[in-house]
């Protein structure tokens, strides 16, 4: 029996899906963040752990599927720290990015906010973001602890200050009648995520643009380190920080401003958190997908445009370089 055309011959550490076009990313991406990886039992992650040893040493049994090792490969990147080897925590895994961090984006954007929970909410959700952060990082070379902080508490004070300051802004604001300054309210939490994003963005990472990042040849043979590479994929993170935040902090006040005038939830204003709720999840689920696959997770850059002493040590024209998540 033929297997599906879904399941390219399987490679080894390489992604199922090609990631020269935004739809394969995308699907590369939608397979990462599924959420059914973290139901997997431990034997079942053994399973798939041992079943790619078989495949690496050329011990596979008869009649293993492309299927079943694309499967197990999901399971095990899905899981295990690819540097470390250990064991995601379930919370800050990408599979958990969603499910864990919807009931934050549902705070987040709770009407009639208090000046605490106001404080509360963008401080719980850096706090997440600075986990997930930390659990998927690049962990080839060692880095100071004292570098997250540094990242987490900029995050945290960007992120309040922000809210609270444009929250105060609102409220002073005299020419808003008092439905128009809720309805303003509710698109506060996006500007104040998305600066506290590049602010931990930049902060986390700004060794790599005094050091520079490793650009790769054709031939994946490290070239140098450049630092013209590391402000592009600083930049082009940067970005991914702000567009992802965009759907799930702007769509839903848009969404429930005209769900809350209907007869159904005027009726029934218990029903309006839960419809909240949902809205959140589906919003995160398109954004989180969508924002990760603008930019290759590996770019490449042309030589020429980098330092001098890089475009003289490759006979490449173009060279490829990590951008992070």
Same mark, same amino acid.
């Not at 076009?21 to 990462?32: A, K, M, N, T, V």
């Not at 197990?72 to 899905?78: C, G, L, S, Y």
């Not at 600075?130 to 004070?157: D, E, H, M, W």
């Not at 992802?244 to 005027?266: A, D, F, H, N």
């Given at each position: 029996m033929a297997e599906p055309a879904d399941y390219p011959p399987f490679q080894l550490g $390489? =992604? @199922?899906?090609? +990631?020269?076009?935004?739809?394969?990313?995308?699907?590369? *991406?939608?397979?990462?963040?599924d959420p059914r990886t973290l139901f997997v039992t431990e034997s079942r992650l053994k399973e798939a752990v041992q079943l790619l040893e078989d495949y690496k040493h050329g011990t596979l049994p008869p009649g293993v599927t492309n299927k079943e090792l694309w499967g197990?490969?999901?399971? $095990? +990147?899905?899981i295990i720290h690819p540097d470390t080897n250990e064991t995601i925590f379930m919370p800050f895994r990408m599979s958990g990015y969603i499910p864990f961090g919807t009931p934050i984006v549902v705070g987040l954007l709770l009407p009639n906010q208090t000046l605490a929970s106001t404080v509360f909410w963008q401080w719980l959700n850096q706090s997440h973001?600075?986990?997930? #952060?930390? &659990? #998927? @990082? #690049? /962990?080839?070379? =060692?880095? !100071?602890?004292? $570098? *997250?902080?540094?990242?987490?508490?900029? %995050?945290?004070?960007? %992120?309040?200050?922000? /809210?609270?300051?444009? #929250?105060?802004?609102? +409220?002073r604001a005299n020419k808003f009648?008092? /439905?128009?300054?809720?309805?303003?309210?509710?698109?506060?939490? *996006?500007? /104040?995520v998305a600066s506290a994003n590049i602010c931990n963005v930049v902060l986390m990472r700004h060794t790599e643009l005094e050091e520079g990042i490793d650009v790769l040849d054709n031939n994946g043979n490290i070239v140098g380190a450049s630092r013209i590479a590391a402000k592009h994929a600083l930049l082009?993170? &940067?970005?991914?920080r702000v567009?992802?935040?965009?759907?799930?902090?702007?769509?839903? !006040?848009?969404?429930?401003?005209?769900?809350? $005038?209907?007869?159904?939830? @005027?009726?029934?204003?218990?029903?309006i958190l839960p419809v909240q709720s949902l809205v959140c999840l589906a919003a995160f689920g398109l954004a989180l997908p969508?924002?990760?696959?603008?930019f290759p997770q590996m770019s490449e850059i042309e030589t020429s445009r980098l330092e001098p002493e890089i475009a003289v040590a490759t006979t490449s024209k173009t060279v490829i370089y990590n951008k992070g998540l």
């Open positions: $390489k =992604p @199922r899906f090609e +990631q020269t076009s935004f739809y394969g990313r995308f699907r590369h *991406f939608l397979d990462i963040i197990a490969q999901k399971i $095990k +990147q899905a973001n600075a986990c997930v #952060n930390y &659990a #998927n @990082r #690049n /962990a080839t070379k =060692p880095s !100071p602890t004292s $570098k *997250f902080i540094q990242g987490y508490l900029g %995050a945290v004070i960007s %992120a309040v200050s922000i /809210a609270v300051g444009l #929250n105060v802004l609102i +409220q009648t008092p /439905a128009t300054r809720l309805l303003i309210q509710r698109f506060v939490p *996006f500007p /104040a082009e993170t &940067a970005l991914t567009v992802l935040p965009m759907p799930i902090l702007v769509l839903p !006040p848009i969404i429930m401003s005209v769900l809350e $005038k209907t007869s159904l939830l @005027r009726s029934r204003p218990r029903m969508l924002a990760i696959s603008l």
